[in-house]
């Protein structure tokens, strides 16, 4: 984990600091979804330097030790690490909580923001903006693709892996699922006779001390509430099934199996246990389902989601509220007057089969987890389908440059101007480390330049 460090004080408290109140944590969970950007990265390293370094509500080794087994899981990390924390601290309340405001506001952000990209989508300055804002979406699809590379790319199988993905979806159009299923079969048994080929090895970074005694230390005894025991297991997962078979079932009911608001909560369910690697991983998979199959959103349309979802705090998979929203409002589920309602509606029923899952992960796995301390195995899958990953996300990234550099696909006319933006922008990126807002803020303005600069000199 790359994490901005806090200066450590010469002399570090010497004990550790009061019990955090319910009430202490709710006011932390809240601001930290407003201040939540810079994707998983960003968000973790805010979580580090507040919790870790700052308020030493969690030791570093415990904190690294959650972090672990959430990169195992489908779904946000960041999101769920905050949910674990959480959790720890309050019991499941606390875990709920913090992982419910770590997505709320985002969730009213993007209801709006897409509220507005619909209204008035057409209005010349809001094309603009978004005109520069699409090669840099492409350039940042690309520089994702490199910096998970970087980290899973270790040996020649690994490369491999990647390069046969791609080909799987770009040649063939092979499902991310099966590609998924392929690189986990690869992984578990290439582990039985190659172990160190499929090491998952790098971690986040090597263990830092110096910020004096946590509330839950490296040694604090695990908390009643956070042991194992079969009949919690048991709750967790009865819960969590129940409230997804009530919320599914009433969709149901309500609008039958071929209902939009039905396929679009199944659809969901099955990207949420998909999303290995993040949220541009699964990218590929929702753009195959949201624009091919259920028609609910378009090429550029998904785009400019992703755009959106850059700009706004809260995890990357928060894109997938503007395709409901989008969705909602294009397939009018609610009647043509009630366009906004049926949007917002398709956006939280999305958004509640989206994070569903994390929560009984966490829930449900977090006390096996503190009974292992250090002792995760089962890494080789990951390995390989974050190898595989990396060929899905670099198909990604030629898919949005076709649709930015050939609006008009490949029979019109090359677009010389967005294909200089989006060269400045992976500049930006891979050389000069500019972050994500100040890029996509630079790159709309320079779109919106150009879009009124151009009619003036015909």
Same mark, same amino acid.
């Given at each position: 984990m790359s994490a901005p460090h806090a200066s450590v004080p010469a002399a570090a408290p010497a004990s550790p600091p009061a019990a955090v109140s319910f009430a202490e944590a709710f006011r932390f969970w809240l601001k930290l979804g407003f201040i939540? /950007?810079?994707? *998983?990265?960003?968000?973790?390293?805010?979580m580090h330097a507040e919790l870790v370094e700052q308020r030493r509500w969690i030791s570093e080794q415990r904190f690294l030790h959650a972090l672990n087994y959430c990169m195992l899981l489908p779904g946000p990390e960041a999101q769920q690490l905050a949910t674990y924390i959480g959790w720890l601290l309050h019991r499941t309340w606390g875990g709920i909580v913090a992982g419910v405001l770590?997505?709320?506001?985002?969730?009213?952000?993007?209801?709006?923001?897409?509220?507005?990209?619909?209204?008035? &989508?057409?209005? *010349?300055?809001?094309?603009? +903006? /978004?005109? &520069? +804002?699409?090669?840099?979406?492409?350039a940042l699809v690309l520089h994702a693709a490199h910096r998970i590379g970087t980290r899973a790319l270790k040996n020649g199988w690994m490369w491999g892996i990647a390069a046969a993905s791609f080909i799987a979806i770009f040649a063939f159009d092979a499902p991310f699922p099966a590609i998924v299923v392929a690189a986990a079969l690869i992984g578990h048994f290439g582990a039985r006779r190659w172990p160190q080929v499929f090491a998952l090895g790098g971690g986040h970074g090597n263990v830092k001390t110096g910020y004096g005694p946590a509330l839950i230390d490296d040694h604090t005894p695990t908390p009643p509430h956070a042991r194992f025991t079969r009949s919690g297991l048991a709750t967790v997962l009865a819960v969590g099934l129940g409230l997804w078979l009530l919320a599914f079932g009433a969709l149901l009911l309500a609008h039958g199996w071929q209902g939009t608001l039905t396929q679009m909560g199944w659809f969901f369910t099955k990207a949420a246990l998909l999303t290995f690697g993040g949220a541009y991983a699964v990218l590929p998979y929702v753009y195959q389902g949201a624009v091919e199959t259920h028609q609910w959103v378009t090429g550029p349309q998904m785009i400019d989601g992703l755009a959106l979802g850059?700009?706004? *705090?809260?995890?990357? +998979?928060?894109?997938?509220?503007f395709v409901g929203f989008v969705g909602g409002w294009a397939k009018q589920i609610l009647g043509p007057d009630a366009l906004f309602m049926g949007g917002a509606l398709a956006a939280t029923v999305v958004t509640f089969f989206t994070f569903l899952p994390s929560f009984i992960f966490i829930l449900a796995g977090g006390p096996l987890v503190?009974?292992?301390?250090?002792?995760?195995?089962?890494?080789? *899958?990951?390995?390989a389908i974050t190898a595989a990953v990396v060929?899905?996300?670099?198909?990604?990234?030629?898919?949005?440059?076709?649709h930015v550099l050939w609006p008009q696909g490949f029979g019109g006319? /090359?677009?010389?101007?967005?294909?200089?933006?989006?060269v400045a922008a992976a500049v930006a990126l891979f050389r000069f480390k500019v972050g994500v807002l100040p890029l996509?803020? &630079?790159?709309?303005?320079?779109?919106?330049?150009a879009t009124r600069l151009v009619p003036l000199l015909q």
């Open positions: 939540g /950007f810079g994707g *998983p990265a960003g968000q973790i390293a805010i770590f997505v709320l506001p985002s969730l009213f952000i993007l209801i709006t923001l897409s509220w507005v990209y619909l209204r008035f &989508g057409d209005v *010349p300055v809001v094309a603009g +903006i /978004f005109y &520069g +804002i699409k090669p840099a979406v492409t850059e700009t706004t *705090p809260g995890p990357l +998979i928060m894109v997938v509220a503190e009974a292992t301390h250090g002792k995760l195995g089962f890494t080789a *899958p990951l390995s060929g899905v996300i670099l198909n990604l990234a030629l898919f949005f440059a076709y006319r /090359f677009d010389a101007l967005s294909a200089a933006i989006g996509l803020g &630079g790159c709309a303005a320079v779109g919106l330049a």
